[in-house]
DNA sequence: GCGACAG
DNA sequence: ATCTTGTCGC
């Protein structure tokens, strides 16, 4: 009997893969079309080989300015596996998370669904928390994409092998690379893209992830290891 | 066997 | 992700 859970993150690649298989059919996919006060973006950087430092950042939903944020530092042994990269960089988000106060979004920076098993760092943490998780990807992982937005604003459906919706490639600035975004839990494609666009200023990356990965940077320059 | 491969 | 300088373009 294998006794694995959502709390498990050390294991064989193998016994990883396997658990994802269980863990996407919890995963709930109803949409999320409200107008959300607080939400969260999620980062991880690494100060060394084997250890991580994860920040939440709190933000202002309307105004988009930061509140708060908090950070967590673990060691990690985890390896960086393509499709695994939750495995890598749960354990420290989660509790980050801990430390933080409820939100009514948040922001991950990696796949949700546009993922092999169909169940990315998005939608993998987005089980520990009982609200909705959008991935904000820099690279498609996973899917065939249909098409190039070049306008700000414009999308690109991500379909699977199948012809499924996964997410969109998302255009958030002229003349760059659009942005991979696809649910995590308890959202849609559309919803997701939509708030994607609607925290998105004047960079490619929208400002929940863009301020959590600045944090992580500038706290990385703190520790004293 | 070959190519692809989030951060 | 991380290691690293300058450089092209809006």
């Given amino acids: 009997m294998n006794t694995a859970n959502i709390h498990t993150w050390v294991m064989e690649p193998i016994q990883a893969i396997d658990l994802q298989r269980r863990l996407r059919k919890r995963l709930v996919f109803e949409d999320y079309a409200g107008q959300p006060e607080l939400i969260a973006g999620v980062d991880v950087s690494f100060p060394s080989r084997d250890i991580a430092l994860a920040v939440v950042v709190i933000m202002e939903f309307r105004s988009l300015r930061v509140i708060d944020y908090f950070h967590s530092v673990e060691k990690i042994d985890t390896p960086y596996i393509p499709g695994l990269l939750s495995f890598r960089e749960g354990p420290p988000i989660v509790k980050a998370l801990s430390k933080s106060p409820e939100v009514d979004l948040i922001f991950f920076d990696g796949h949700g669904i546009a993922h092999p098993r169909g ?84 960079y490619r990356i929208p400002e929940p992830t863009r301020q959590a990965h600045i944090l992580t940077q500038e706290l990385k320059d703190q520790l004293i290891l």
């Fill in 119 to 202: 169940i990315g760092i998005a939608s993998h943490i987005g089980l520990f928390v009982e609200k909705p998780t959008i991935g904000i990807a820099k690279s498609l992982l996973y899917g065939e994409l249909k098409g190039h937005p070049e306008e700000k604003g414009e999308k690109a459906p991500i379909h699977d092998p199948d012809g499924r919706l996964l997410g969109y490639a998302v255009c958030t600035r002229k003349g760059v690379k659009p942005v991979f975004v696809s649910p995590g839990n308890r959202i849609t494609p559309e919803s997701a893209v939509d708030l994607v666009l609607k925290t998105t200023g004047k």
